[in-house]
T-cell receptor
C-alpha cells in the first residue's frame, strides 16, 4: 500500500529562521512521483514541485529547496530565511508514475512563521 | 491562480439535501480529479475523469456521483447529505497529454467549502 507520513504536525519558527519539513513515503512501485503542495490560510492548494523517482538531484528554487533520498524514502522540504508569508499547511504527496493515478497525501505540516 | 475554477465557493445546506459542485479545468486539460479534505480524514481522492470518461474511483460514497461533460467541466453531486459530509471539496485538473502519459501535475481549484447543518 502507498503511504505518506509527515510526522511534524506543527512547526513554529521566527522570521529568517531556516525550517525543514519532513516527508517519508512508502510504495512498492519502482517508479513514482513525489510532490509538495502549499495550502495558505485562504484554503487553496498551490503546487510547489514534482519530482520523479529516478531523479535524485536536489532542487533549489529561490528560498525553497528539496532533498530527495530514495535510500531512506524521504523527500524533505527546506525553507531558508523563512518569512511570515510562508505560514501555511504544507502537504507532501505521492502518485504512481502513469497519468491518471490519484495523489496520496500526507496529513500535512502546519508552519507558523512569526515576525 | 491555478486556472481551475470551482463554484460555489461556500455552500451551507441541511442534512438530507442534495447539492452540486461545479469545476472547470484549466484550458486544454482533459483530466479532472475530485478530492475531499476533512479534519479527520485529511485529503482523500474521490474520483477521476479523463475526456468525459470515468477512469478511477477512490473513497467515494455511493451517495456521491460525478460526471464530466463534453465541454470538459465536471460536476460532483452529493445527495442525502449527512453532517459528516461537511468538508472542503477540491477539483484538480491535470496537464497529462494523454490518458497514458507519464508526465502529470495536478493543479487544484480554490475548493468548495460545504457545511451541512
Amino acid at each position: 500500500a502507498q503511504k505518506v507520513t509527515q510526522a511534524q504536525t506543527e512547526i513554529s519558527v521566527v522570521e529568517k529562521e531556516d525550517v525543514t519539513l519532513d516527508c517519508v513515503y512508502e510504495t512498492r512501485d519502482t517508479t513514482y512521483y513525489l510532490f509538495w503542495y502549499k495550502q495558505p490560510p485562504s484554503g487553496e492548494l498551490v503546487f510547489l514541485i514534482r519530482r520523479n523517482s529516478f531523479d535524485e538531484q536536489n532542487e533549489i528554487s529561490g528560498r525553497y529547496s528539496w532533498n530527495f533520498q530514495k535510500s531512506t524514502s524521504s523527500f524533505n522540504f527546506t525553507i531558508t530565511a523563512s518569512q511570515v508569508v510562508d505560514s501555511a499547511v504544507y502537504f507532501c504527496a505521492l502518485s504512481g508514475y502513469q497519468a491518471g493515478t490519484a495523489l496520496i497525501f500526507g496529513k500535512g505540516t502546519t508552519l507558523s512563521v512569526s515576525s | 491562480d491555478s486556472g481551475v475554477t470551482q463554484t460555489p465557493k461556500h455552500l451551507i445546506t441541511a442534512t438530507g439535501q442534495r447539492v452540486t459542485l461545479r469545476c472547470s479545468p484549466r484550458s486544454g486539460d482533459l483530466s479532472v480529479y475530485w478530492y475531499q479534505q476533512s479534519l479527520d480524514q485529511g485529503l482523500q481522492f474521490l474520483i477521476h475523469y479523463y475526456n468525459g470518461e470515468e477512469r478511477a474511483k477512490g473513497n467515494i460514497l455511493e451517495r456521491f456521483s460525478a460526471q464530466q461533460f463534453p465541454d470538459l467541466h465536471s460536476e460532483l453531486n452529493l445527495s442525502s447529505l449527512e453532517l459528516g459530509d461537511s468538508a472542503l471539496y477540491f477539483c484538480a485538473s491535470s496537464d497529462a497529454s494523454s490518458a497514458l502519459s507519464s508526465q502529470e501535475t495536478q493543479y487544484f481549484g480554490p475548493g468548495t467549502r460545504l457545511l451541512v447543518l
